[in-house]
């Protein structure tokens, strides 16, 4: 009788039992296979997770973390020199209307121009050379432009007499021009109780108020131009870290002190981009509120949840990483994963916030050609609150830009809107703008410096 090895039998009985079969191969691989692709699909969404948590820290720190301004960069390229024009490689900046200065040399050399004035050939445009504040020459080679068109400081600039004083802001010692009205230098008189308070923006420096101190002068007002925690030569906050204007209204605040205290009756506030945020900020959140008479707000930073998100989807970040970039700037948890030692409040610098809490007469420029700060935000708390502001959009006019594109009309709305507001008639009379004309010739002593 053959033997059949896959199974026994009893002699003795009935009973037959088999052995069991083996699988087949596919059975048997089905829960390692499980197993493998639950694993790599928790890998995948672990990485993804990661990379998504890696992404909205990345987006978040990017504006909080302090910096100077590309001031540096040298985004225009110098094709030909001549005693009285320049030719430039015809680009975004180099094309734009209004006024352009150029800086080589880290600001060895320092050239103001006029308004495009030709097309030398299909790739470069042709600008008037007005003035050079240094003495080392423009040499054909890249350049970097100067937005505040101006350089140095107010008395180099401009050659009013500036003081050097400190601010003592609830972080330390803050750096800041004053700029005392002069009868002699032409400024109207009686108005030197008003001080206006001048915040630049985001990575910037104080050199960018040069472009309103001389109206400022000549309507008999006293400038202070300020630094924030952060700045380049100022102390650092706790974190190190801005906070978007949460946090640097106390320094206005600490200047608005300091006026009162040198005998300031009112105070106007003026402010560019992330300076205006502060400015408003200040004005709702000063406690002394009573002696702000107006803000002037350049390209203001009302809404920083819209410009994140602006600059979130132009760099096409998907809507799940701004969000978490969100979250880490304004929950407790979130702060410490990006440094801050408190979340931001972003809810309370929104244009339905401001609309609310608003009580000054405001004149707000926006440049509607502004790829940094959406004007959309402003063009909203303006429409919320027409009875306090006076709203001016700039055409073809980039961030901060509204007085290059056109000196005269912006020195002329803002002396009308100054003159009227503070009721200055009678001391100022009709005021000729622009007050330091953009081609007027250097000063003995200036300098091309950024501060």
Do not use: C
Not at 111 to 120: F, S
Not at 242 to 269: C, F, K, N, S
């Amino acid at each position: 009788m053959t033997r059949d090895l896959s199974r026994s039998r009893r002699t003795t009985g009935s009973i037959v039992r088999y052995l069991p079969r083996p699988p087949r191969p596919d059975q048997a691989r089905w829960p390692e296979v499980a197993a493998y692709g639950a694993v790599g699909a928790a890998s995948m969404f672990a990485l993804s997770g990661g990379l998504l948590t890696v992404g909205a820290r990345v987006m978040a720190r990017l504006p909080l973390v302090p910096r100077e301004t590309l001031r540096g960069r040298r985004d225009v390229a110098v094709r030909a020199v001549y005693p009285d024009r320049v030719h430039l490689d015809d680009t975004k900046a180099a094309r734009r209307g209004g006024v352009l200065a150029l800086r080589q040399g880290g600001g060895t050399v320092h050239v103001r121009l006029g308004p495009v004035d030709g097309r030398p050939t299909p790739t470069t445009v042709s600008r008037p050379r007005w003035a050079d504040d240094t003495a080392e020459p423009l040499e054909v080679d890249r350049a970097a432009s100067n937005g505040f068109f101006w350089a140095g400081t107010p008395q180099t600039a401009h050659g009013l007499p500036t003081e050097e004083v400190e601010i003592d802001s609830p972080v330390g010692h803050m750096p800041a021009w004053l700029v005392r009205p002069e009868a002699a230098d032409g400024s109207a008189g009686g108005n030197e109780n008003t001080w206006a308070i001048l915040i630049h923006g985001h990575g910037s420096a104080r050199g960018e108020a040069l472009r309103v101190i001389p109206l400022l002068h000549r309507l008999g007002l006293t400038s202070l131009t300020i630094t924030y925690r952060n700045d380049v030569g100022a102390p650092s906050s706790a974190d190190r870290m801005h906070h978007l204007g949460a946090a640097e209204w106390e320094d206005t605040e600490a200047a608005i002190d300091y006026a009162l205290a040198q005998g300031a009756r009112r105070i106007v506030l003026v402010g560019w981009s992330m300076g205006g945020g502060i400015a408003l900020r200040a004005s709702v959140r000063s406690a002394h509120r009573d002696r702000i008479a107006a803000l002037v707000l350049d390209s203001p930073a009302v809404d920083w949840q819209d410009i994140l998100v602006h600059h979130a989807t132009s760099l096409k970040a998907p809507a799940p990483m701004r969000q978490l970039a969100l979250w880490m700037m304004t929950s407790q948890i979130g702060a410490r994963m990006v440094r801050l030692h408190e979340p931001l409040a972003l809810h309370e610098m929104t244009p339905p916030f401001y609309a609310e809490h608003l009580t000054h007469p405001t004149l707000l420029f926006h440049a509607l050609d502004d790829e940094t700060v959406p004007p959309e935000p402003s063009r909203q708390l303006a429409a919320l609150r027409p009875d306090l502001i006076e709203f001016v959009p700039f055409e073809g006019a980039s961030h901060t830009r509204e007085w290059n594109r056109d000196p005269a009309r912006y020195e002329r709305l803002l002396a009308d809107y100054l003159v009227q507001t503070l009721g200055l008639e009678e001391s100022v009379g009709r005021v000729e703008v622009p007050v330091r004309a953009p081609a007027a010739p250097a000063l003995e002593g200036s300098i091309g410096l950024r501060l």
